[in-house]
C-alpha cells in the first residue's frame, strides 16, 4: 500500500463520507503539489479548465499568483490518502463573475476539478461525494450563505452533476476577457449555477 499524500499537511477541512472514506481538503502547494496539479490540467478531459497547453512553469507561476492573493484560494483534495481533485475558492466581488450578477452577502465562488479515475476505476456517485464534503466547508466551516458555480456552458457534464446536487441554474453569461501583467484569463461563456446553504442544510445557522 502506497504511503498517504502529504499526511503532515493540515486539511482545512476533513470529513467521512458514506462509503468513500476520508476526504479532507489541503491548502494546495504550488511547488509540492505541481506535478498532480500539471498533470491533470493538461488532460484533454480538463480542457474547460482551460490551462491545457501551459508548461510546468506556467502552471507554477499561475498557481503562486493565486497563492499571494487574500481573495481565491487553490486546494489540493485527497481522498483516502490519494489526491482526487482540485477546488478553488474566490470573493465573487473580487472576480470578474461580479460583473455578471448581483452579488450578496454570503456569497462564495468555487471551481472544481476532479482528478482522473484512481487504479480502481470510477466509483458512481464519487463526483457527489466529493461536492458534498465542498459544500460542507464552505456553507458550514466558513459559514457562507450561498455558492456561486461558472462552468463553461459546453460542459454539459459539470453543469448536469450541480444541478444533480441541488444547485439552481441561473442565466448564461459571459465573463469577459482578463489581461493583467499577473495574470490572462480569454472570455468565457458561462452558465451559473447557485446553492444556498438552507437547500442543503435547512435552518442550521452559525
Known amino acids: 500500500m ?6 503532515a499537511r493540515a486539511a482545512v477541512h476533513e470529513q467521512v463520507v458514506d462509503g468513500f472514506g476520508t476526504v ?5 502547494d504550488p511547488r509540492a503539489d505541481l506535478d498532480v496539479v500539471h498533470g491533470w490540467v493538461s488532460e484533454e ?13 506556467q502552471v507554477l507561476e499561475t498557481y503562486v499568483h493565486l497563492d499571494s492573493l487574500d481573495t481565491h484560494h487553490a ?3 485527497v481522498g483516502n490518502g490519494e489526491p482526487v481533485a482540485l477546488f478553488q475558492t474566490y470573493e465573487p466581488e473580487a472576480d470578474r ?14 471551481h472544481v476539478l476532479i482528478g482522473p479515475s484512481g487504479k480502481g476505476g470510477a466509483r458512481p456517485g464519487f463526483s457527489a461525494a466529493l461536492l ?7 456553507l458550514l466551516g466558513l459559514g457562507r ?3 456561486v458555480v461558472d462552468p463553461d456552458e459546453r460542459n454539459e457534464k459539470a453543469i448536469a452533476r450541480f444541478l444533480r446536487q441541488g444547485f439552481v441554474a441561473g442565466p ?4 469577459p476577457e482578463i489581461d493583467l501583467p499577473d495574470v490572462y484569463l480569454p472570455e468565457k461563456r458561462a452558465r451559473l449555477a447557485f446553492l444556498t446553504r438552507e437547500t442543503v442544510f435547512g435552518s442550521v445557522t452559525r
Request: proline share 7%; hydrophobic share 45%.
Open 2 to 7: 502506497s504511503e498517504p499524500y502529504a499526511p
Open 24 to 28: 479532507r481538503i489541503l491548502p494546495l
Open 45 to 57: 478531459r480538463a480542457a474547460f479548465w482551460g490551462m491545457t497547453g501551459l508548461s510546468r512553469e
Open 75 to 77: 486546494f489540493l483534495v
Open 97 to 110: 463573475v461580479s460583473e455578471c450578477y448581483d452579488v450578496e452577502p454570503g456569497d462564495i465562488g468555487v
Open 132 to 138: 458534498s464534503a465542498f459544500t460542507s466547508y464552505v
Open 145 to 147: 450563505r450561498r455558492v
Open 172 to 175: 448564461s453569461v459571459v465573463l
